[in-house]
């Protein structure tokens, strides 16, 4: 598995390689967005991680370029943390981000899981996915980009839900019935209050959640 890594500080570069090094990774690093699309022209890679701020060409503009040939993987490091920020990486075609400052083994395990993905493989038994998210049903447990969520009861049931039905938008009847039971007296705010909640936790992964005008919510 070959990754790309453009990145403008090599200091930093070189912390980054030392960490997927250390995991097995292989790396192939850049420092500019010019050397990022004359690397991806030459060779095919598996993932592509893009510093935003870079020389000669930014990371947004070097997604683009890349979209228009290839389905590849793209995270962005940023060290804008504004929304419209992030959707911008979006739109230009990244799958996924994250703010500097980060964590190097947050960094490889999100890594990893992108490369997982793109591979197809498959989740364990009681497993379920999307993104960087994996619910263990059997266990009641949350990971996301490898690190542990702890999630309230109800959290956890709503999220099993929208993981079970992705791609599909869940009414908040239905979320009600499923997860208060047929015989709650509260309202449908109340399910916007847990989501809120469960979106605050999940961190880079909340953007998967989408709320559905008038009728409830839906992952991816």
């Avoid at 040939?69 to 995270?75: D, F, K, R």
């Avoid at 990893?112 to 960087?132: D, K, N, T």
């Avoid at 949350?142 to 309230?152: A, E, F, I, P, S």
Wanted: hydrophobic share 45%; net charge negative; aromatic share 6%.
């Amino acid at each position: 598995m070959a990754i790309l890594l453009a990145e403008d500080d090599r200091a930093l570069a070189k912390l980054i390689l030392d960490f997927f090094q250390s995991a097995g990774l292989e790396v192939y690093t850049v420092h500019d967005g010019a050397a990022a699309l004359a690397a991806a022209a030459e060779q095919s890679f598996d993932l592509m991680i893009l510093d935003v701020m870079m020389p000669h060409f930014d990371g947004l503009e070097v997604c683009r370029r890349v979209r228009e040939e290839s389905s590849v993987p793209i995270l962005f490091i940023t060290a804008l943390s504004q929304e419209e920020n992030a959707l911008a990486g979006y739109r230009a075609g990244a799958d996924d981000y994250i703010t500097k400052p980060f964590s190097f083994p947050v960094l490889v395990a999100k890594a990893q899981a992108m490369l997982r993905r793109s591979r197809g493989e498959s989740l364990g038994e009681g497993q379920l996915g999307y993104g960087s998210m994996v619910l263990d049903t059997a266990k009641g447990t949350l990971t996301v980009d490898g690190q542990t969520v702890h999630l309230r009861p109800k959290e956890l049931q709503i999220l099993e839900l929208l993981l079970r039905e992705q791609g599909r938008t869940v009414s908040r009847d239905t979320l009600i019935q499923k997860v208060w039971g047929v015989d709650f007296e509260g309202d449908e705010r109340m399910v916007d209050r847990h989501v809120a909640a469960l979106r605050h936790k999940l961190g880079t992964a909340a953007q998967h959640i989408r709320a559905v005008y008038g009728t409830g919510y839906r992952l991816g």
